[in-house]
Every structure is written in C-alpha cells, then in structure tokens.
Nanobody
C-alpha cells in the first residue's frame, strides 16, 4: 500500500506561481513512476507530468516550459513547481504513484487561477 497526500494548492492570479507537494508513505519500491494529473470541471483527468524513480521526467505539451517536476527521495516527496499560471490551469491536481499494475492516487488539491 502507498498513501499519497497532496498540499500547496490555492488561489493565484494569472502569471503567478504555486508549488504543489505530494508526500508518499508506505511500501514505496524501486522502479516506480510518480506524477501529477489534473481534472477541470466537465473534463476528463489528464496527465500533467511524471517522474521516474531514476529521475526521468515527462511533461504535457500544455505545461512544458512552465511547470517543473522534481523529487526528494529522502523525504519521499514529489513536487510540481508551476510558473506563469494561466486560467486554463485551473483544476484539481492529483498525485499518482504507479508500479507495474499497482496504482495509487492522492485526494487532490484545488488550484484556481483567476484575477
């Protein structure tokens, strides 16, 4: 079992920044992928960014160049630094852990970008 707890969401003006954190606990094994997904009202959940246990990263085209994913293995925590935020980034952001067929999700944190 892997438990994920997100934090860092909130209300920010367009052009602003936020940093999301995802603290993982439980049986965190090697060769896994952690990432961030988001779901806006009326839309399907979509991939934002992922990072492997080896540190390889991947980004959706819509956030590439603005968002940065990173991890602190000592703290079992993954971060998502979000810069130059746009209103279309408004969504609930979910942390995800995946290892082979096992998947775990966090409860989500709301990010609202509005003037």
């Amino acid at each position: 079992q892997v438990q994920l707890v997100e934090s860092g969401g909130g209300l920010v003006q367009p052009g602003g920044s936020l940093r999301l954190s995802c603290a993982a606990s439980g049986s965190i094994l090697s060769s896994h992928v952690m990432g961030w997904y988001r779901q806006a009202p009326g839309k399907e959940r979509e991939l934002v960014s992922t990072i492997t246990s080896g540190g390889s990263t991947n980004y959706a085209d819509s956030v590439n160049g603005r968002f940065t994913i990173s991890r602190d293995n000592a703290k079992s925590t993954v971060y998502l630094q979000m810069n130059s935020l746009k209103p279309e980034d408004t969504a609930v952001y979910y942390c995800n852990y995946r290892r082979f067929s096992f998947v775990s999700w966090g409860q989500g944190t709301q990010v609202t970008v509005s003037a």
